[in-house]
Every structure is written in C-alpha cells, then in structure tokens.
C-alpha cells in the first residue's frame, strides 16, 4: 500500500434521486491514489449508485465528484479517467479474449501492432497469456472476469471501478481471485474502487472499507479498525459476529460509563464520547472474545457480566458456537475455536453469564 | 386453495390407478403418442410430396392444356433463353434492394424498441406492426396506385409545391413501384426479425462500449450487427424470398420490365405450360437453398434458435 496522500476520488455531499426515491443521501468520501478501496454494504444501500457516479453512468443529483482535483460531476464515462470492470461476465460475446481488450484501444485508433503487445502484455498481467485466440464463452467464470479486468487496466486509466465483480463466482473461487486482484492492483499500483456486499471478501482484499447503508455512509476505516474498533452500531452489527446490548447510561466516571442493560448493570468505556445520564446506548462485543461462566464462577473478578440461560451448541468446523439467552430474550452467541472446546459442560436450561473482558467492549451511541 | 390442489392431485392418481375412457384414449400410451406425428403428416403431405411433385412434373413434356410423363429439359431450356431469365436476375436485384431497403429502414426500429422501450411495453409496440396485416395484401397493395400514381398523392403533393412541373410517371408500373410495394409489405418481418436477433445482444454491452467510448455508429457497426447477423439474414432471407415470389405486388405496381419469378409462373400457369411454372418453381427453391447454405456458412443461422448465454 502506497502512503500517500494524493486524493484519486473525492466526492463532496454526493446524491442521487429516482423520482421520489433517494438512493445517496449526501455522500463524503475521500479515497486515497494507489489503494484498494472497499465499498461494503447490504443490498440496495446505494453503493454501486456510488460507484456508477464514479463513473459517470449516472449523473448525481447533488453535489460534486473529483478524480484527481479535477470536477468530472458532468463528464461522461469515457472521458474520465476510470475503466469499469462489470458484475456479469460483460465481454463481448462475438470477439476473442485479444479482440475483447483491445477493442478500447482500437476505438482509440492506436495502431495495430501497438494494441497486439499492450494487449499481451496484460494478459500475461492478468494469468492469462496464450487466451489471446479464445471466445468468451470458452473460458471459465474467473477467466472471463480476468479478461474484463484486462480491458479495464489496458486504456491505463488512474482509478479501476469494479461492480461485484467476483459476485458470480463459486466461494473458493472468489476466495482465489481476492488474493489474485490484490495482487495485481499492487503491481500496477492504481486505485481500485471495489463494491461487494461479501464482508470476507472486504476483509481479504482491502486497504480502507467504507461501510455504506441506507444511502450513507456508515463509516469507514481499514479492515483492522471497522472489525475490531466500531464506531457505529451498524458496523459491528454488519462487521464480524457481535453481540449488541441495548441499554441507558446510569453513570459517568471518567473514562467510564455505566450501562443499564435491563436484566443488570454493565460498565463499559466511553471511548471519548460525551456521555450523559439516560442517553441511550448500544455495547458490542465480538462472539469470540465472549466467554460463558457458570454459576459457581460468578464471583470471578474483572469481567463484565450478564445473566442468561445456555440454549444449545452448534459445531461449525473451525469454530463451535455456543447459543445463551439473555433474560431480556435476546440471542447471544459465544464462540470458540473448537479445537479448545470439548463437550460442552453446560446443558438447555442452565443459568449461566455471559461474560466479558472491561475492554473488549465498545460503545456505540448510534 | 390447498384443500382443491389436494383433490386435483388424488383425482389424478385415481385416473392412474383405473383408467377412464378419455384417459385410456389421450393418456401417454394412448391417442397423445400419435398426435404428435400429425404435423409431420400435414407437412408430408401437403409440402414434402408436392414440392417433390414440382421437381419431376418440372422435367415433364407440355401437352396442350396439361403435362405427360417423360423427361425434357424443354422447360429450363425454355426459361434459360427467354427474356423470362433477365427478368428472373433483374427480380432478384429488385428483391436485393428491397432487403437492404428493409433492414434500413426496419431494423433501426427493432433496436430502437430493445434498447429504449420499457421492458413491459417492448411487446405491445411491436405488436403494432401486425396491424397492417389486417388489411387484405391486395388492397394494401392497389391503395399504392392511387399514391403513386400520374395523377397520385405523391405527384399532386411535389407540383403543388412547386418541386416539379410534369408528374413522375417513372414510380408506378416500373422496378420503383414494386420495390416501394415490397418494402411496405414486408418492413414488419425485419422489424420482427430484428427484435428477435436483438435478443443475442446483451444490454450490458451498452454501458460497456459507454465506458470504452464507443460512438453510436461503431457500436452499431462492431457490437450490434455481427451479434444480430444470423436474425438480420434471416428476415432478409424472408423478405428476399418474398420479393421473389410473391406475384402480387408486381402484378398490380410492375409494369412490363418489373416482373418476378412469382409472376413468371403466374404467367406460365394461365398460358396452361405447366412444366414451365413448375421449372420456375424448382428454380427458385434452389435458389433459396443456395442462399440458406451461404448464410449458414457464414453465420451459423442455428444460433437464432439457441437460447443466451
């Protein structure tokens, strides 16, 4: 990841309407030159509008897009500095892998022999060198999505738009092609801007994720930061496997708050919010930093705790969950590396806790 | 609602269990095995064997107001020689023009609708284009008289504008007249004929050739064209076939000059040479076939029926 502080897009209170329907509610959003940048979020939450006001498919409503400190708001799409790389395997059915990324080339009357190396040159970038000569329906899904990727990267445009593009693949394939794509944005060193609603694939393949739902965005931050440190209620429900209590400030001391949750009284840290008695709050905590203790280790110290009844266990492969239930009816989930677990001690029906590190927990006031 | 399914199901298990009269005569094993061997009949019967019938009474030897049997090559020698060949080639370059007429004017209609109609409506709009086959060919066709005509629409709009002093009298009864009447006819087949072949391209190739910056005209000419090519020869082959064939058209807007093979053996026919007519006919159909093979060979025309990728 190049450190630098060149700004490839910038978009400054960004929306869009259909009609009646707001699809961006005023978007802000910087993306650095030369990162692998991540738009994150469920279905319908705007970001591939995002994306396509990027790159100019759509005009927006409001506000402005910059790439590069240059005002491209009303630029059509093959007069900015962006090549798209679609969700559906979006090659042209009638022209080879070579006839396919050189076409952008060709309409830029380069000469021929020019347009046959570059176009060489970038299938042996993209794994697939010796395709020149093939149709799109012969190649495999992951292929196809290479040779778009291809005819993207070939015009040498300063920001690659990607819309799902790995959204059609089968699971150990997208896994593949995560690894790959990275790859081959930090040899070419260009800005990569990503959509997915696949949170794995976020983690696996991003430099900064930006979290958008709802026509905002949430928040964003690199992968380390959304998963492990939060800020809105929203990520930690959407990011990883949380547990989330609800509940009202009863006390502020210091760097700490205290939390009614219904059933008991949970501390927590502040994290340099202003706090006031009675706000309304949210505690999440990462499954897997949860544990469950029993009725006879509820006197150990320096933990936080919550009353609940063990439900059941579920063996996951790599993890085993455990299921309890808070008093307030809330689900809540314990996870463990089922290597360290054995059978589980606890039955349906045993009042058990639900129980914490003081600083594993974050506060979310939205 | 699930109470009636549940009958309808146990209804159809007792039908299994002890076979009804209708169900032992339409059942899988009954009557239904055969029904489908109907069509084929029809075709057998009422095209196969006469389009057999046509090749041999073709060689046959002319008698006065029918054939005999016997085997002459009098009537190709007869139509290879006469005037009635110059017309024949002279209706086939008509017909050409027609076709590339068609797809002109036609063809732009069908994208126009795939790409710019809502999905819901793309149906409707192109059913529009089944309207003027409500109306009787011939009259569609003799309504062109009065248009094109000495003293016709066309003629009496120009003079009043002043355009020209004497009417045209080149646009009816001559090549003109026909190829106009051909393309009113047929310009609804390109127009489904290209709706259909719109099918085999995708809509995201579009927004591909936005990105990529592809002006209308090479998107039409690199993108749309050779993805559409076996739809587009097959309505051109339709109307070519027709601008051939159908004696209609020539008959009412041709003059002497403006005849096609339809008409020739029209022609053949009221003058009672049979074998003359059905020469024309074997000639013709030869004619398609030649043409049906080139463009398979070039286009691959089973991709029309194939379903997308």
Known sequence: MKNTTDIAVESIGLSKNYGTVTALKSVDLKIASGQYYVLLGPSGGGKTTLLRLIGGFLRPTNGQIYLHGHDVSNVPPNLRPTSMVFQSYALFPHMTVAGNVGYGLKLKKLPSAEIAEKVVAMLSLVGLSGFEDRLPHELSGGQQQRVQLARALVLESDVILLDEPLAALDAKLRKDMCFELKQIQEQVGITFVHVTHNQEEAMTIADRIAIIADGELIEEGTPQDIYREPVKRFTAGFIGENNIVDGKVTAVKGTQAKVDVGSTTIAANSRSKNLSVGDQVAVSIRSELCRILGENEKNVRNVQKIPATYVEEFFLGLTVSHLVRLKTGADMIVRESSDRAGTSEFSEGDDIYLAWELGDARLHTS | ?309
């Open chain 2, 1 to 309: 609602m699930i109470r009636t399914n549940k009958t309808q199901v146990g209804g159809g298990r007792t039908i299994l269990a002890s076979p009804t009269f209708f169900g032992r005569l339409f059942g899988d094993n009954g009557l239904q095995k055969y029904l489908f061997y109907l069509p084929a009949i029809f075709m057998v019967v009422f095209f196969l064997i006469p389009t057999l019938l046509t090749i041999v009474w073709s060689f046959f030897e002319r008698t006065l107001f029918w054939m005999e049997p016997g085997f002459t090559f009098f009537s190709y020698i007869n139509f290879f020689t006469s005037a009635r060949f110059d017309n024949f080639l002279s209706s086939m370059f008509h017909s050409g023009i027609s076709v590339i007429i068609c797809f002109i004017l036609g063809f732009p209609i069908a994208v126009f609708v795939r790409r710019h109609v809502p999905q819901v409506a793309q149906h409707r709009v192109i059913l529009l284009f089944i309207l003027p086959f409500m109306v009787s060919e011939i009259i569609r066709t003799f309504m062109l008289r009065p248009v094109l005509g000495r003293n016709g629409l066309v003629n009496t709009f120009l003079q009043k504008l002043g355009i020209i002093s004497e009417p045209i009298t080149s646009i009816l009864f001559t090549p003109l007249g026909v190829i106009i009447g051909e393309v009113m006819s047929f310009l609804p087949f390109i127009v489904f004929a290209g709706f259909l072949a719109m099918e085999a391209v995708p809509k995201y190739i579009f927004e591909v050739c936005q990105d990529l910056g592809a002006s209308r005209w090479r998107v039409f000419v690199d993108i749309i064209v050779p993805l559409a090519a076996p739809g587009i020869f097959a309505g051109g082959v339709f109307i070519f076939v027709n601008g051939l064939g159908v004696a209609l058209i020539p008959n009412i807007l041709g003059g002497p000059g403006a005849v096609n093979a339809g008409l020739i053996a029209t022609q053949a026919i009221s003058a009672l040479d049979f074998p003359l007519a059905m020469a024309v006919s074997a000639i013709m159909m030869i004619t398609l076939l030649g043409l049906l093979f080139v463009g398979h060979r070039l286009f691959n025309l089973t991709r029309i029926l194939e379903p997308i990728a």
